[in-house]
């Protein structure tokens, strides 16, 4: 008889916090490590001096990253639910880990005296949230960019929200992960724009 696997705790967090503010969390099922692997694709992490995660979950991209980022490398995880953060500091003791608002991303990289980011992960819903809202953290995280900063933003719904993210940024590309959990994708967004107001 084959032994079934178990959903870990985490699983069971995500899904509960899914179903209870699915418009706030993006997936009811943490990233797989095709997606993570995807969404740091390509940093040169020789040169890169600040990564910042914006809704981190449980931490599935976060291990990626603690794995991955050198010694000069500054991580800031970005997580707004309290739950999360419990997990994501005893899980990433010694990391960065902060209970905060993505809107204020200027105001958390200024406190730790970081001038700015040269890479935005998001794993943020934002197709989910209020127009206001998503224009308010696109355009906080590309006030924190530097000249080069990429915005690379998560998605369970692959190649569906292409033109909105094209609306916010001059050159928007797309990885395809079919190997997650649902079937999901990286945008990867540079040069940002003033979004229209339709």
Excluded at 76 to 93: A, G, H, M, T
Excluded at 181 to 190: D, E, L, N, Q
Aim: net charge positive; charged share 20%.
């Amino acid at each position: 008889m084959t032994k079934q696997k178990k959903t870990s705790p985490e699983s069971w967090l995500m899904l509960r916090k899914f179903l209870s503010q699915g418009t706030a969390v993006a997936s009811w099922y943490p990233s797989s490590r095709f997606l993570c692997r995807s969404i740091t694709k390509g940093i040169d992490w020789a040169t890169t001096k600040c990564v910042v995660e914006l809704g981190a979950g449980t931490g599935p991209v976060t291990q990626t990253l603690v794995s991955q980022a050198g010694p000069n490398t500054r991580l800031v995880i970005v997580e707004r639910d309290r739950d999360f953060c419990d997990v994501l500091r005893q899980k990433f003791p010694g990391h960065d880990i902060v209970e905060g608002d993505a809107c204020k991303l200027d105001e958390i990289l200024a406190a730790r005296g970081i001038s700015h980011a040269d890479h935005v992960i998001s794993g943020l819903p934002l197709p989910s949230f209020p127009k206001e809202l998503r224009d308010a953290v696109i355009a906080m995280s590309a006030k924190v960019l530097g000249p080069n900063g990429m915005f690379r933003q998560l998605t369970n719904m692959p190649y569906v929200y292409r033109g909105l993210y094209k609306k916010y940024f001059a050159d928007v590309s797309f990885t395809l992960v079919p190997w997650n959990m649902p079937p999901a994708g990286v945008y990867y967004c540079k040069g940002y724009q003033l979004a229209p107001a339709s």
